[in-house]
């Protein structure tokens, strides 16, 4: 399937615009005298909201969730002695992920009004991140998609290692570290791809390894398929963050400032998530198929683990961040189950978590900038002074949590089902026995326990922050200002409609969805 031209008549050059916008922002931000900073602010703030306006537009106006392949379709040579492309376009994987991109983005312009030593370097960085992010889920062209994935780098490590906390150059180096470590196994991949096939396009690619067309060369005794899957994933997996390769995560949220948690969190850990949907498993799927069962064990090794560690921290932002490794456990195993109610949990999970997780960060941000400390065991009784505080923050945790009726249950829940519905590791004689318990049945039991877990923290967390005996210290604490409302307030929202609304997101992936599946179980 042609997926480049499956919709030839839906050509635009809507996406280039979306993705440049924050370019234009950036270079008018330059433009501004560093002492002016409110025209600073104001500038960052049109050049993020243009963006969202434009894609909230895409995605309920111009995008047609009832077809397959890819839409907004722009394409032109690039490197033509390369065979390197401008191609972008979009999907229902990339659609919904892109719109959440623009929403935190805008978000984290007046959420960053606290963030000290705050300057214009700041904005300018915070704007070329948003061109990087905005990229690579447009991209077709896997050249092209490694260059906005470059992008990224830079602005995140100086936005945690210039305004972060006090071990903010320790954090940024490792986190510089571990994702450069990735990008250059991205790029052999890449560059062994295109040698073997000819091409970079991410849509020929997928017909290729579809077809088990691609005959490059072993390396370290394993097949040329199975080394470019391990390459690839490790470099995703780093991102999402999945077990082991997670360690950056912690350091990285807790020195970083408020807004950067919330776009770390938000939406640069879904990147990862979407690498291995876009950029991996339909390349070789039959590698995939091969080691589905070990994703999933890495996935739930990720959920228990996380919510262990989660229950264990005593400072409020890093049991947030440990929280994003359990909760992203899901993405893994939810695609690794190879059933379309798995990978559709999968597919939602990274968007609901993205704005449950954002909004917890929003909500811790609020009380460190009044109390100047995280740690939980030093609060106790804020819903008193604070009562909407109160009261947003317990939404924001519920949602995280999984609470029926919030967001977050209808990803996981499917999720689940789906892991549990997986006939991945089973024998011929099983399925033919109709045997109801295979290794993704065990898996998916195991799964529970961080279910269980994740209520255990979080709402141990609550009651020690907002319940309780009010600690005197606190009792002046102001509660939640205008300004800190109108960045959580879309976040929470978003969290209660799609949990009662979740085809507002599903239906929109749905025929994408299916299409991936098509690839992935009947490769070869």
């Not at 291995?276 to 069962?293: H, K, S, T």
């Not at 109108?486 to 299409?515: N, R």
Request: charged share 10%; hydrophobic share 55%.
């Amino acid at each position: 399937m042609d997926l480049l031209n499956t919709n030839p008549d839906n050509l635009s050059t809507l996406l280039s615009w979306l993705t440049f916008l924050p370019l234009i922002g950036m270079c008018v931000v330059l433009l501004l005298p560093a002492s002016n900073l409110r025209a600073i602010k104001i500038t960052a703030g049109v050049f993020t909201f243009i963006p969202l306006v434009l894609a909230t537009q895409m995605y309920f106006g111009t995008f047609d969730k009832t077809v397959s392949g890819y839409q907004m379709v722009q394409h032109f040579e690039w490197i033509k002695a390369l065979g390197i492309n401008y191609s972008v376009g979009v999907d229902g994987l990339s659609m919904p992920l892109l719109w959440l991109t623009t929403i935190l983005f805008f978000i984290a312009v007046p959420a960053s009004e606290t963030v000290p030593r705050l300057s214009k370097a700041y904005f300018v960085l915070l704007l070329l991140l948003e061109l990087g992010v905005l990229g690579v889920f447009v991209s077709l062209d896997f050249f092209l998609f490694y260059v906005y994935w470059e992008i990224m780098l830079l602005p995140m490590y100086f936005l945690i290692g210039i305004w972060g906390g006090p071990q903010r150059e320790y954090a940024a180096i490792k986190f510089f570290l571990y994702t450069l470590a990735g990008s250059v196994l991205m790029l052999i991949a890449v560059i062994a791809l295109r040698l073997d096939a000819g091409t970079f396009s991410i849509p020929e690619l997928v017909a290729i390894g579809k077809a088990g067309g691609f005959t490059g060369p072993a390396l370290l005794g394993m097949s040329f398929t199975t080394w470019v899957f391990w390459f690839l994933f490790i470099a995703f997996a780093i991102k999402i963050p999945a077990f082991p390769f997670h360690t950056w995560l912690p350091d990285a949220h807790v020195q970083a400032p408020t807004p950067i948690s919330v776009i770390l969190a938000g939406i640069l850990l879904k990147l990862g998530g979407y690498g291995l949907l876009r950029g991996c498993f339909p390349i070789v799927p039959d590698a995939f198929q091969e080691f589905a069962y070990v994703l999933g064990l890495l996935g739930v090794i990720a959920i228990v683990y996380g919510a262990y560690v989660a229950l264990g921290q005593s400072d409020f932002k890093k049991m947030v961040a440990y929280s994003s490794v359990s909760h992203m456990g899901f993405v893994l195993l939810g695609m690794a189950a190879l059933t379309e109610w798995g990978m559709n949990g999968a597919a939602l999970q990274m968007f609901t978590h993205g704005i449950s997780s954002a909004a917890c960060f929003l909500v811790v941000g609020v009380v460190y900038d009044r109390a100047h400390h995280r740690d939980l065991n030093g609060f106790g009784g804020l819903a008193q002074p604070m009562p909407r505080y109160w009261a947003m923050a317990t939404i924001a945790f519920f949602a995280s949590l999984g609470l029926p009726g919030m967001a977050g249950f209808v990803s996981e829940a499917l999720t689940m089902v789906g892991a549990f519905q997986s006939q991945v590791g089973w024998t011929d004689e099983a399925i033919a026995s109709g045997w109801m318990w295979g290794p993704f049945q065990w898996l998916t039991l195991i799964a529970t326990i961080g279910i269980v877990m994740t209520a255990a923290y979080i709402l141990w967390a609550l009651q020690r922050v907002f319940l309780g005996t009010l600690n005197e210290k606190y009792a002046d604490f102001k509660d939640i200002s205008a300004r800190e409302v109108f960045s959580l307030a879309p976040l929470l929202v978003l969290c209660i409609v799609l949990g009662i609304f979740p085809w507002y997101i599903l239906d929109w992936m749905e025929v994408s969805v299916s299409d991936l599946m098509q690839i992935l179980t009947f490769a070869g």
